[in-house]
């Protein structure tokens, strides 16, 4: 029944393949991004399952200049302070060191994506805006455009992100939960692909 592992492209179809080669992306181009990409990165979210079919995602797509470096500016704030509540010098040390570069990350790419959840269409939001999320991502890529997952929910650098400004400077209503930014284009610099743990180190065959 089950045939022997291969950790390769074992159905090369365009799906897999995306999924294969999409990299997260933190090195954008200056170059403009047509509205109908950002229009088919929301189609594919808006087709992410979600239980019940709840769909409790909402997007505000920030283009102005003015808005992107308000939010970059946060994300350096959060990083920042994500270094001064370390104990670990080795964290701290690797994020002063991508200071420099970090406001880049979200001030080049055109379009900003602001991924917030609706808590009151579902209790598991933050799982069905985070498969959202990753059809964003997927569909991008197959556009040619770079993305970047910068959580706000649950990472030791959320943990430090001013949601409340952000909230402020978007008009995103009180009960709203910011969930995720996405930065959209084109990309400058592709990493290699970051190592995957083999099929066989995370397959339980029948049982434990
Ligand atoms: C929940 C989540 C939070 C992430 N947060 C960040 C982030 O704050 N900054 C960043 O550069 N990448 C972030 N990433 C991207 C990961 O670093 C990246 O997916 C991982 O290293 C694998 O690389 P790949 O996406 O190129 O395959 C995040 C990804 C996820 C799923």
Redesign the pocket.
Known sequence: MWRKLKDKVVNPNKVHQVIRE???I?IFKNKPVEEDAILAILDAARWAPSSNNSQPWEFVVVAEKRRKDAIADLYVEAYKKRADVSKDDKIRGKIYEILPYLEK?LKVPPYLIVVCADPRKSKSYLIDTAAAVENMLLAAWELGLGT????LT??D?AKQFDVKKLKEYLFIPDEIVPVAIVPVGFPEQI?P??PRWRIKNVLHKGFW
């Open positions: 999409r990299r997260s933190t990350e970047n997952w910068i959580d649950s990472t650098f990493p692909p970051p």
